[in-house]
Every structure is written in C-alpha cells, then in structure tokens.
C-alpha cells in the first residue's frame, strides 16, 4: 500500500475470481447509511459540536485499543497523557504525546487501529501521509489545521459519514440532558441513548447504595424495597424509551440469567441495602435480574444486548492509579448453553423479545451462539466486537457461525465505537469482510451472485434496521 | 449456480491451481460405493420400499435441521405440520407446509442444508429449479410425480446411490424385525442394525424400570441385580451382532468412563431398581457402564462410537409439547483427555478394541482429540458430526486434526443421516472437502498428487471398511 | 513433490500473487542466523561431537513424535527399540526398526514430522529418496554413509546450520558438566543452559526429598526449611546465570500463580519435607513457586518461561513399562486469564521481567493470551509449541494473536526441539509460514511489501535476540 492513498481493494481476498467478485458485492453496501446501534460515543460531542482538540486528545489518549499497545511495549501512561495517582509526571503537550505514537507506528502492523487509523487519517481527514517518527511534527499541523476547519466538526461529519442513526450507552441514572439538547435543536441528526444498568443490578457496584436513593429520586419511586426497585427499573427504561431508545446493553460477568423466585431476590436486595452480600450473593442477583430485564424487554420492546465474559481491570493497581477502560480488561472462557437456557425457556419463543448477544470468546460461535441462535426465535448473534472487530476476527465469525444459524440470525454490524471518527472505518472493514466471504461463496458455488449482493445489503442495512425494530 | 444444475465445482476451491488438483482428487472418489456407517434412516423404509409420501412430509417435517431454522425466523411448529400439545392447530396441508418452507429458501443461504437439498433436488430427484415463493406449487407437483415412480423408491435410490451397506441405530431392546425382514426378503441391499444401550445406562431414563423388565424377558436373564443387568446387555449385544451389526453408538453427557469398583456399581444399580437415584450416582452409572462397554467391546470386536456434549431438550417446554429431536438440541463444552483416561489407559493398547469419538465442540480437535488419537492404537477421530458436517465444519476438522493424529487415525466419513435422500449429497460434499485440503497440500508441496489421490480413496473408502472390519 | 529434491515453494501459500510476495519476504529471512532459544537437544551431543548411530537411533527411536504415530497404528513399542518392562522382546537391529518406519512413511502425511523429515533427509544429509518400503534398506545404507563422514557431526552441522546460540534444557540439579566442557574447548559454538526446578517446585516429585537434600549439598544452604529452600534456588539461578543461562524454563500442570504468604508456603514446605503432601497443597506450592520465580527474575535478569495444560503420561501402564516421554502427554483445557493475574499484577508492568507463555490449547490465543501480552510489558506470546509446531499451527497462531497483540508482543520462534537435525527444518518452516501470513497482509493492502519484510526479520531474529536480552 502507498502510504498517500486508500487502496481500493484492502482487506477483500487476493485470490483473483473471489476479489472479482468482492468488489461486486462490497460495491452494493459501500454507500449504504450507517446504522450505529451499540457505541460509545458520548452525546454531548453531537450536542456541543465543537471542534475537535488536538490530534493527540482525538486519536491517543482516550483510545484504549491504542495506548494499550503502547502500554504493552513499556511506554508509561503518563507519558501518553494519561495521568496516574503516582509521582511520574503527566505529558502534557500533545505533540510530544503525538510523536511518540508515532515513533510507534509499527508496533500495529496486522492489527485493526492500524486499519481504522489510516481510514481516518487519509480519508476522514484526507492527510497527505501516514505516521512515522520522521512526520509526526508535519502530521500534527496537517491533523491539526483540518480539525479547524468547519466541515470536520462532528455534525458535519456525522453527516458526511450518512450515520443514520447513533445509540450512545447511558447508564440507567443518565438524565439524558444531552440527548434532551440534540432533540431539541433543529439539527436533523438521529443520536438515541441505550439503557446500560449494570452499575444497579451489580449490588457491589461502588456506588450503589447511592444509586439506589438516586434511583428512587428520579423515579418519584420508593427503592427501600425489590419490588420497588423494580418498578423503578421499569420507570427508567420507559424514560429511556421516550427519549428514544430502542436497546438495552448489559456488560455482565457471565451470562447467567437463572431467575430466582421473588422471595429470595427480596431477600438478596434487601441484604445489600442492610451492605451486606458476598461474591454469589451478587452474581445471583445480577443473573436473575438479567432474567428480570428480559421480561421487561417483551413488555416494552427494547431489543436486549447481552455481552459477558470479561475480567475488568485485570491490574488492580491500573485501575487504582489510572481508573476504569485502560485496556486492561481481558477475556476469559464463555458459556451460554446453560447460563442462557432459564432466559430462552422462558422468553426464547416469545415473538415480543429480541435478545442480541456479543462474545469475546471465538470458541462459542459454532459450540454454543450459532446453535442456539438457529433455532430460539428471540435470539440474535452480535456482530464480533472488542478484540475481535477486526479484519480475521469478522471473517471467522462468519465462517463459524453461518452454516449453522444462517445470516439471518445475525443482527448485522454493530461498530462498538469510542473514537467517533472511526465509526465509518469500522462499518467498512465490516462490509469488505463480508463481502469477501460471501465472496468465497460465489465463487464456491456455494451461492448465487445475486444472492450474495443482496445478503450483503441485508447484513449492512437492512437486518440491523429491522432486528433494532426501525422497519 | 445456475438454479438448474449443479455446478461441477462446487465446494472446492477457488484458487485455479489449487481447484485443478482438487478436481482430480475428487474425480478419484466420486464414484466409489457409499459406506453408510452411522445414521438415523428407519430400517422400515428398505423393508417396506414404499413410496416416499408428499414433498412436505419427505424433507420438511421430519427434518430439524431445516425446521430449527424456520423456527428460528419464528414459524411456528404447527405451521410446518408438527403438532403440538396445545391450541394452535396444526397445518395437514402438505402444500401449504412446501409453500411456507420455499418462501423461507433465503434463510438456508450459506448453511449446509442448502448445499443437500440442492444436490437431492436436482440430482437425486432431478427437477428443473430451487425453491422459491413463486415455484413453490409448480414445484410440488414436479416432485410428488417423480415420488410416485417406482425408480424413486427407496430400494431403487438405496442402489442408485452405491450403498454399499447402511447401518441404522437401533435402541437396545429393538426386536431387529425390519432388520430380519430385510435379511428374509431376495433384496441384495445390506442394512445393519446399530447397538444404542443409552436408555437401559442413564437410570433416570423415562422408562427405565420397565426397560430393565423388558431386557429380562428378551434374554432371559434376570435383571434384578448388576450382575444379571450386564449378562443381559451381554446377550443383547451378541443378538446385534448376529443380525450383522458391526458396532455400538453411545450419546452420553460427558465422555466420562470412571469405573466402579463392582460393589459400587451393583449398589447404585440396586438403588435405582428400588427408584432412588440422584444426578452424581445416574452420571457416574453411565460413566462406569461407557467403560464396561468398552470391555465388552474387546470380546465381541462391535466397534464403539461415543458422541457426548449435547444438552438435549434445551427448552423443556418444546420437549413437552412437541417431542424430542425438535432442534433444541444444543453442544455445551467438551472434555475428552481426563474423561477418556479410564477407558484408554485400560483398553486403548488392546488390539481388539476400536473407539470412534465425535464432537461437536470443536476446540478439543487439536487440543485433545487429535493427541489422543495419535497415540492410542484403539482410538479414531470420528467425522464432523451433526452442526459441523458442513463444508467449513469439514474443512475446519482436517486442518485441525491431520497435522498430529494424520490421515490414517481417523475414521473415515459418517454421514449421520436422518433424511435417506440426503446421503448421497453429505459423502459427496465430504469427498470435495477433503479432495480440497488434499488439493492444498499438493499446491503448497506438503504431498504429491498421487499421495493425495490414494489418501482420498482411503478416506472415503478404504478406511471406515477396515475401521469398521468390513476389510 | 518430487521425492528427490525439496520444492523451493514448499509451505507457501498457492494464490500466485500471495506466493510472490511470500517468496520476497522469505527470501530476505532465509540464510539468517538461527536463534534456538528453547529445545531438548543434550549438551553432551556438542560436548562430545562423536558420529551419530545409526538411522534408527538417529531419527526412529528416539523421537516420540514419531513412535507415537507408529504406536497409535498398532507398532509395538518394543519393535521400534524401546525396551519395556515386559516379555516382549526389543528389535535390537536398527536395520530392522528403520524398515518398520519406512513401512509407515504413509501415515505421516500430512504432518510436520514429515515436513521435518524431508528436509533432513534431502536438505541436511542430501540422500537421494524419500523413505518407502521398497528403498528401505537402500536409504540405511546411505544415511550410514553420511553419518559416518566428518562433516555430518554434530559440530560441523551446528556451524552449518548458522545456529547462532543453542540453548538446552537442565534440571536445576545438574552440575552442568556439559556445558563446562563446551565452554572449555576451544570450539566456539555458544551452547547455554535453561534452568528447569519443575522437580523442585512439586513436592510429589518422585524425588523429591533426595533432590532437596541435594540442592543443599550443591549450594551449601540448609534446605531444612523454606527460607533455606528458597535461597538455594536463588543460588542455583545464579549458578545457571553464570554458566550463560538467559532463561527459565517451567512446565507446570496449570498457570496458576497465587501467591501464599510466606508462612503459608513455609508450612506446606515443613509438610512436603515431613512426608506429607495432598494434590491441593502441591498444586498451591507450585503455583506459589512459579510467583517467587517471577520475583527472582525480575532480580537475576533470567527470562522466564511458562508451558502449561499438559496431562503427563496419560496411560500410567506406559510409564510404568517406558518410561516418559513417550508421546503419551496429552493436553488439556488451559486457562491464563485468572491464573497469571496474581503474577501479572505484582510483576507484569516490572520493566525487568519478561515472561513467555507458550500453549497446546489454541482457544486461548485470542481469547487470554493476545489481550493479555497485548498490555502487559513484560508479558510475551511463545511460539506454536509441541503439537502446535506445525504448517496450520504456525499459520493459525498469526491469524489468532496478530490482530490484539501485534508482531512486536510475541517472542520469535522456538524450535523445542529434540532431534538435533530437525533444528533447521524447524526456523524453515517457521520462516516460511510467517512469509506467507505476511504476504496475506501485503496482498490484502493491510502492509507493505517493506513492511512485511521488515517484520519477518524481526520475527526470525531480531525480536528473538531482543527478548533473550542478547541484543
């Protein structure tokens, strides 16, 4: 690849008859809108619309797939503009923090921010080159004088990206102001929050005695009880979906979903509001709350995200002296056959509930999520997300779960975004991917060419918009 | 693909050099004799060679691979002529049923269902088109007339298709009586039984105690203690054997073979008798009697296939109004290497012995399986099976296995069937999937041409005859 | 292939324009030194420098990746000479077992071995054919010759081979005798040793109590308590560290790195040393050890390696009768996500330290261990290892760690070698399928041509050097 241009054919397959046909079908979703249903972008980016600041606060310090790497190859986080708890002092002069990521280019050869990263920088920004320890000053005032520019605000890229739809992640006591300030301006972007309250159904999140009573206020409810925790939960989610929010996201350690009997979750609650629970106390509630979600969700509609399997700030001095989403969240083995099966025996075939699940663990895609998704109608498989939203990560998703769920359990691209200027970055690579293994079934007699055009079209647009339930 | 004839190439490689030799690969076994060594066709269908009835009710109601996924789009079972135990009616309109389901084609995209149905709709049945809304009653009509031939008969096809034998799975206590009527009658075509014992092993069986009463009066013995339990099976066995079975099937839980001490199995057997059992005692029961069959399989040389990690009947609720084998069968996570040991430490160097394992969760093929199997002579790695016998599952399963147990500590390909118009199409996919990895290793010079045209034949004939001492 | 000479284009991938680029990238990593940090080769063999035996003993018996094949087809142990505790009687002749394996070249196919194989056959020794049973006794007889002419001892091979430095692998028992000859003749291959406690760490060793009186005697230090015990690995490290030992090595049954209080391990310790031990508290001892390993690397400098989830002599009765090492280790599920935290969180961000972790269960590439070396400094990923060392094995490791950890997290290739002419073959095939990875990447416009040149020397060399902390 040149370093000054985007190469038209990136990430399709080099064999000859199946790249011929990957740009045919790649061709008929590269311009579709975007649908961005799960995110991280936060609302009040859309609702200021300033300018973004300097490239270094755009592109490094708040984006933990890239200061992970660098963290990994012992650059420190204060020198990233990160500041610790400790003595080291914190950069502050984002073209120092520029220029050592890019002394760093090379250390994400073969990975995606390498691929998000040129999309951004040579064709969201249209810089002249990529970075390199040589450039980085030059690469600075070139980022620096786009980001000045009018047509490089975030409105104005929203809609230069045809974003049709953004959903932000909320918690479930956000007041929502920002999205409230979006609405009310007559700028014609769509941004919808998401309903995310793991901080309440987790009785040892830090905060959740105070939660609770902040709960009640918002609520108008009386929280000292479940059943009126409850209740206030269901208040939340209805604000949430008058404020148009179409999804739930639950980020849960594992994805039980045993459902307790009334008694015995009163009894948890009341527990914890007394600060008392142990460890299974906890994971007890959270999972039969899950349960509780799921019921909630047939009622009002709000398509389910479940996406478990991670262990959070894995270094506990990291997130003492850092804080939380430094990179330090890491994976471990899934399972879904039995955590989910109280949710799906009870709700699976209820044509009101669509539950959409995310894994980071590749090996449930054929054992467990395509079986399960093959036959429970309620049940959706997330596009593959985290570490795995990248270019083999996507490929092996569809060759995994496909022959068993088909693509029509699959809920189509969800970019998982933080960094807004990769957003169309991510749906691309998403688009080329898929066009490359329904490009490797054309040219397999596997399917018609014609048939894998209009999959393509179905992945891209038409599933996530009918799956989030806007068709 | 064009809709009305099946492409020469398909499922074989993409890449020009590669596909040239995967082409001659294939061509060395496409017309070898089919060794049907483990599937689910009904004995009845050769002894009685009726004609297949309606095209509903020959590939769709009886087929969950293909109603899971309707039912995963949320088509109710009754609507594809399943009845259920409550109010909704069921469909009994096979064209009705045909029409539901060819509306659906676009679902099967990509899954192996559809790569079947193509090769016995215009291939085995030989009509002019695929399914879709508009053909669907033209369709209809097409297959039921050439149902009606006496060439589409079951016993025709049976020859048609080069069967060489057909070996079904029988339950225990099975009379044999098709088996015996296929045997009297002049008819050359050879159809074994299958010894399948899990019901009289798992004494939580639905029917275990009058199971246990109708396997003393079969054999004569008396089933009131372990001892007599076992001469009964024994005898049992030995009845399989001489109505030409050539090997037992065992769809445990787990792969667990722990021995008991005698004293401990005769107890857990006397508690049961006396109705009392708990899950630990019912696992470790079955687990014993796995390893005892082993032993058992040493004396009379029936070879031994062990198929466990499926949680059946996911959702209890399909099971009670619809029945088992609904598609809510689902994989949960496998274990092989401590769970084998028993039985591999006692039998796995004795001569006599041959196991055949299958999975369908897939890590164990590089992790456990392929180890195992390279170093125990008794011991051979089954065919992807059930979600994986698909032409990714396939293709995953040699790349995941041929590098450390070889070509030659595997088993050969066993198609699983339950639909007896699709076996010729599941061998046929098998043989270009594995021409395609042999193809590989020929253009990447891992092994010449001639090396991968013999092991082809091997794989597709000469092996599962030894495995299953045919040969 | 052609049986006589190697194709230049062997393990490269076959679509043409993938196959140049591999061939430039491979070209510039071809002639490099070799780097053989971490194998089984036995410092006497270049202490000594005598001839190699013969064919049988050179490449047959030793070498259980190869006898286990054999072994699984049916060829009894002792006919390949390897005397067990039984009546059969050993094949003495090694005429005779070489016979025996060109019999079964067939059930090779497809494995590294033979890729190995061919390599030192045609490549190292230069003969003029391929085994079969038809030149068996002909290729005998021309390995016999090779072997017995000077340039085929193990020195001259050693030079000629480029290996740069070989590191072997020792009990932390052994007085290292070898290595002081090598250093004290005038020969300057560098030959260094690996330091290995696994026997000391696990008190159930089988000699556990005799060894901890003689790591007393060794070091002079009172082994009597755990204070004691602790420093005399402290000074044995050292003694490794001063003979050119730059690493560690460990294969522990589990990950596991919790570390006791030190009155916790103390206790455990007087009970090992008093006789009494249960599984629990041997596996906590290890688990402990490997922690305080960690903080004495972090002090003497000694890379440390780590190969769990390996189940060692599955078939006790093998054991018993031949002794280890005999191909019946067999893996198991591995988990590192919990079981490293401790370690990684008091450790892992210690600019001192570097960890390699190797794995037999390739579920946890992109699941623990990618995300996890993908952020911690010291943390490095080990090559495909064991059964893993392999076309595909080599090729899936790439595909399932690059995109989370990038290149510059892992640690280069490590031959693990036992068969001392296999060494070559091994960086071969290693560089071969790092080229054709890269050149995915280059064709697939994710990297530069330069770039993937660039990379693959890293990998082949210069990341080695950097790691082992010779550069």
């Given at each position: 690849?040149?370093a000054?241009?985007?190469h038209?054919?990136?990430?399709?397959?080099?064999e000859?008859?199946t790249?011929?046909?990957?740009r045919?079908?790649?061709?008929?979703?590269?311009d579709?809108?975007?649908?961005c249903m799960?995110?991280?972008?936060?609302a009040?980016?859309?609702a200021?619309?300033?300018?973004?600041?300097?490239p270094?606060?755009?592109?490094?310090?708040?984006?933990h797939?890239?200061?992970?790497?660098?963290?990994?190859?012992?650059?420190?986080?204060?020198?990233?503009g990160?500041?610790g708890?400790?003595?080291?002092?914190?950069?502050?002069?984002?073209?120092?923090?520029?220029?050592?990521?890019?002394?760093?280019?090379?250390?994400?050869?073969?990975?995606?921010?390498?691929?998000?990263?040129?999309?951004?920088?040579?064709?969201?920004?249209?810089?002249?080159?990529?970075?390199?320890?040589?450039?980085?000053d030059?690469?600075?005032?070139?980022?620096?004088?786009?980001?000045?520019?009018?047509e490089?605000?975030?409105?104005?890229?929203?809609?230069?990206?045809?974003?049709?739809?953004?959903?932000t992640?909320?918690?479930?006591?956000?007041?929502?102001?920002?999205?409230?300030?979006?609405?009310?301006?007559?700028?014609?972007?769509?941004?919808?929050?998401?309903?995310?309250?793991?901080?309440?159904?987790?009785?040892?999140?830090?905060?959740?005695r105070?939660?609770?009573?902040?709960?009640a206020?918002?609520?108008?409810?009386?929280?000292?009880?479940?059943?009126?925790?409850?209740?206030?939960?269901?208040?939340?989610?209805?604000?949430f979906a008058?404020?148009?929010?179409?999804?739930?996201?639950?980020?849960?350690?594992?994805?039980?979903t045993?459902?307790?009997?009334?008694?015995?979750a009163?009894?948890?609650?009341?527990?914890?509001?007394?600060?008392e629970?142990?460890?299974?106390?906890v994971?007890?509630?959270?999972?039969?709350?899950?349960?509780?979600?799921?019921?909630?969700?047939?009622?009002?509609?709000?398509?389910m995200?479940?996406?478990?399997?991670?262990?959070?700030?894995?270094?506990?001095?990291?997130?003492?002296?850092?804080?939380?989403?430094?990179?330090?969240?890491?994976?471990v083995?899934?399972?879904?056959?039995?955590?989910?099966?109280?949710?799906?025996?009870?709700?699976?075939?209820?044509?009101?509930?669509?539950?959409?699940?995310?894994?980071?663990d590749?090996?449930?895609?054929?054992?467990?999520?395509?079986?399960?998704?093959?036959?429970?109608?309620?049940l959706?498989?997330?596009?593959?997300?985290?570490?795995?939203?990248?270019?083999?990560?996507?490929?092996?998703?569809?060759?995994?779960?496909?022959?068993?769920?088909?693509f029509y359990?699959t809920?189509?691209?969800?970019?998982?975004?933080?960094?807004?200027?990769?957003?169309?970055?991510?749906?691309?690579?998403?688009?080329?991917?898929?066009?490359?293994?329904?490009a490797?079934?054309?040219?397999?007699?596997?399917?018609?060419?014609?048939?894998?055009?209009?999959?393509?079209?179905d992945?891209?647009?038409?599933?996530?918009?009918?799956v989030?339930?806007?068709?």
């Amino acid at each position: 690849m040149t370093a000054e241009k985007l190469h038209p054919d990136r990430a399709l397959p080099a064999e000859p008859a199946t790249r011929a046909a990957a740009r045919e079908i790649y061709a008929a979703t590269r311009d579709l809108p975007l649908l961005c249903m799960h995110g991280h972008v936060d609302a009040a980016l859309l609702a200021d619309d300033s300018p973004f600041p300097d490239p270094a606060s755009l592109f490094v310090t708040p984006d933990h797939y890239l200061t992970r790497m660098l963290v990994s190859q012992g650059v420190p986080m204060e020198a990233l503009g990160i500041p610790g708890s400790g003595d080291t002092p914190v950069e502050r002069d984002p073209r120092a923090i520029w220029r050592r990521f890019c002394e760093n280019w090379h250390l994400f050869r073969g990975t995606p921010t390498r691929f998000w990263l040129e999309y951004e920088l040579l064709e969201v920004l249209g810089v002249s080159g990529l970075p390199s320890a040589q450039n980085a000053d030059a690469l600075y005032d070139e980022i620096a004088a786009r980001l000045a520019e009018p047509e490089f605000r975030p409105r104005a890229l929203f809609e230069r990206f045809r974003i049709e739809v953004l959903a932000t992640t909320d918690p479930a006591l956000s007041p929502l102001d920002d999205h409230a300030r979006i609405k009310a301006d007559p700028w014609p972007g769509e941004v919808i929050p998401t309903f995310r309250p793991d901080a309440l159904l987790y009785v040892d999140s830090p905060n959740w005695r105070a939660d609770i009573d902040a709960l009640a206020e918002m609520t108008g409810v009386d929280t000292g009880s479940y059943r009126g925790f409850v209740e206030a939960l269901r208040l939340r989610r209805q604000a949430f979906a008058e404020a148009g929010a179409l999804a739930t996201d639950h980020g849960h350690a594992t994805a039980d979903t045993t459902r307790l009997s009334d008694a015995q979750a009163a009894r948890l609650y009341a527990d914890a509001l007394a600060g008392e629970h142990d460890p299974e106390g906890v994971a007890a509630f959270a999972g039969h709350m899950l349960n509780v979600m799921a019921e909630m969700s047939c009622e009002d509609g709000l398509v389910m995200q479940i996406h478990p399997g991670v262990l959070r700030d894995h270094d506990p001095a990291v997130r003492a002296s850092y804080g939380p989403d430094r990179g330090f969240d890491i994976p471990v083995a899934a399972e879904f056959t039995r955590s989910l099966r109280p949710l799906l025996a009870s709700y699976g075939r209820d044509p009101r509930l669509r539950v959409i699940v995310y894994t980071v663990d590749e090996t449930v895609y054929s054992r467990e999520l395509a079986p399960l998704a093959g036959v429970y109608p309620a049940l959706l498989l997330g596009a593959p997300w985290w570490f795995l939203d990248s270019p083999d990560g996507l490929r092996r998703f569809r060759e995994a779960v496909t022959e068993t769920a088909g693509f029509y359990n699959t809920a189509g691209f969800v970019d998982d975004t933080r960094a807004f200027l990769s957003i169309p970055a991510r749906h691309d690579l998403a688009r080329r991917i898929d066009a490359g293994y329904l490009a490797r079934l054309v040219t397999e007699h596997r399917l018609s060419l014609e048939e894998a055009v209009e999959t393509a079209v179905d992945l891209a647009y038409r599933l996530p918009r009918r799956v989030f339930r806007r068709a």
